[in-house]
């Protein structure tokens, strides 16, 4: 057979119906047989009557490089004894072989041959088989999620749905649109009928125990030989837990920033605000509260002192009644606020309130909220603990520890302040009184330095009692006191220590010795603004006039 053979046609005899039939559509290129498979017709004489466009390249090539192969192919085509057989063709300079379909036409006047197959190397074929068969085990033990749908979206393959709770045979079969949770996908399309390609998409399933997952999948959509859509392919991954813990993670971190915000304005306030005044702010801004308010209690206040941010709506004296020494806090509901009270501690000991309160929207508290709540409670309980012991510091290093009052260094400066920003007029601006007890080292050594100490105690709060908001009292040391009136209460200072002097049954009831009786000597002097006296000026001569009176014990 020479190549023109490939190219010349010869007349088919008009009875054979088949052969004709068969080479007009082969010969006017019928969609059927102009694809990439080899279709042509022998006649009787290994004479190619039709041949598609592969057909001819095919024996053109084996004409040139391998003719005998084609003769033998003709060959084993003509003397196939059944209506239709396979052939095969077998090539050892290529380790490959080509395999066809040979068919009977027209009572054997014709043969019809078509390539099922084009080359193959069968080392190939034996380890595609083999990897086919790995792949199928792998997708059958995935940890993925593998699925396909058909063009209505009905689940035609599942691999991997144990992980939603699912067995495959459950949603096999059934529309994949039962298992999304549209409301908690943002408008997403369903990946499961997608027409376009996606990749690394997460949507939100619906578990078989009714809770949500979150499937992490790509897809690819599927097309048929005709173009048009069929369905979608595709791989994911459970990724709910990961989820859960990013949101956890998230959620604490976000927590932690805001404790630290709270806690650094504690511990760094604004120049114009105390601790408190910025830690409130700081609560108000940062927490889902619409106000915030810290009632602190001190032991030595008959009243709390209040720092508040924002205007508390409702009165809350009848609900703090029931709430104020629960461990547990205090929670309830007023028109449109909520109401929110925690006992703040500091080792187990109460030393306040925190109150949180929320109009509206802010109401809306939820678990993370209260946690909130609740460390913020111990920020500020560690800040009045640290409050009270800066103060309970400050006390000792300005105060007497006995008598509690200012001890003369405190009572030196804060008097030469006072002095120093007094205005130059002589108009009297206070007067100081040093008063010196008669006969006390008598008490400490007949009755006891208890009832000693007991003496200087009562002293203290007499003269305490005397004293208004800008005058000043203190004990310069054993048995030395002195008092600053300020002339702005517009008082007589030798009136008002009067009453202290004649006030006898204080002193007589620690005098032991009748011939030598407890009492108070005091010098008194008036100080205007005109003088330009130092402290120590004054108080010599405060010192001089009371030595003045002790001498004739009286004023």
Not at 27 to 55: G, P
Not at 401 to 407: D, K, R, S
Not at 468 to 477: K, T
């Amino acid at each position: 057979m020479d190549p023109s053979a490939a190219k010349n046609r010869f007349i088919i005899d008009k009875t054979a119906h088949e052969a004709l039939a068969l080479s007009s559509l082969i010969e006017k290129d019928c969609a059927l047989y102009h694809q990439n498979t080899f279709h042509l017709v022998f006649d009787s004489q290994k004479n190619v009557v039709a041949a598609n466009f592969l057909a001819r390249k095919l024996i053109e090539s084996l004409i040139l490089d391998k003719p005998e192969l084609l003769t033998r192919l003709a060959s084993d085509v003509l003397n196939i004894k059944g209506n239709s057989e396979h052939i095969t063709l077998w090539d050892p300079s290529k380790n490959s072989y080509l395999e066809f379909t040979a068919t009977q036409l027209d009572g054997g006047r014709y043969r019809y041959l078509t390539q099922k197959e084009k080359l193959f190397n069968p080392q190939f074929t034996c380890e595609f088989l083999k990897s086919v068969d790995r792949v199928e085990n792998l997708v059958m033990t995935s940890n993925n999620f593998l699925w396909e749908t058909d063009n209505t979206g009905i689940f035609s393959f599942i691999s991997g749905a144990s992980k939603f709770g699912y067995q495959p045979k459950m949603i096999l079969g059934t529309c994949s649109d039962e298992i999304l949770v549209p409301d908690k996908n943002d408008g997403l399309s369903s990946p499961f009928t997608t027409r376009t390609e996606i990749s690394s998409v997460e949507v939100n399933i619906l578990k078989a125990d009714g809770t949500t997952g979150i499937l992490l999948t790509s897809a690819l959509p599927l097309f048929g030989k005709d173009g048009y859509w069929i369905g979608a392919r595709g791989i994911g991954r459970d990724v709910t837990n990961d989820r859960q813990r990013d949101a956890e993670l998230s959620r604490a971190q976000n927590k932690e920033r805001i404790l630290q915000y709270i806690n650094n304005q504690i511990r760094e306030p604004d120049e114009q605000l105390s601790s408190l005044e910025s830690a409130v702010q700081a609560i108000t801004k940062t927490l889902a509260a619409d106000g915030c308010q810290i009632f602190k209690f001190e032991n030595d206040e008959d009243k709390p002192q209040i720092i508040m941010d924002g205007n508390l709506p409702f009165s809350i004296e009848d609900a703090l009644k029931d709430g104020i020494n629960k461990d547990t806090p205090l929670v309830f509901d007023k028109l449109d606020n909520r109401f929110a009270a925690y006992v703040t501690k500091y080792k187990n000991k109460t030393n306040g309130i925190l109150i949180f309160w929320g109009i509206g929207e802010s109401k809306q508290w939820d678990g993370e909220d209260f946690s909130l709540f609740e460390q913020a409670t111990h920020l500020v309980g560690v800040e009045l603990q640290h409050l009270h012991i800066q103060k309970s510091l400050e006390r000792l290093s300005t105060t007497d520890p006995l008598t509690g009052l200012l001890n003369r260094r405190t009572f030196s400066e804060t008097l030469e302040k006072k002095l120093l920003h007094q205005p130059k007029t002589q108009t009297t601006i206070g007067s100081l009184a040093y008063i010196d007890l008669d006969n006390f080292k008598l008490i400490n050594d007949r009755l006891g330095h208890q009832a000693g100490d007991e003496v200087l105690t009562e002293l203290s709060k007499k003269l305490t009692h005397l004293a208004q908001e800008n005058d000043l009292v203190a004990r310069l040391g054993g048995d030395e006191f002195a008092i600053w009136f300020d002339a702005k209460g517009n008082r007589n200072a030798k009136s008002i220590l009067s009453s202290f002097i004649e006030d006898e049954p204080f002193f007589s009831k620690f005098t032991s010795d009748r011939s030598r009786p407890f009492g108070a000597s005091i010098g008194v002097i008036e100080i205007d603004g005109y003088k330009s006296k130092d402290l120590a000026q004054i108080m010599a001569e405060a010192d001089r006039a009371m030595y003045k009176n002790k001498s004739v014990k009286k004023l």
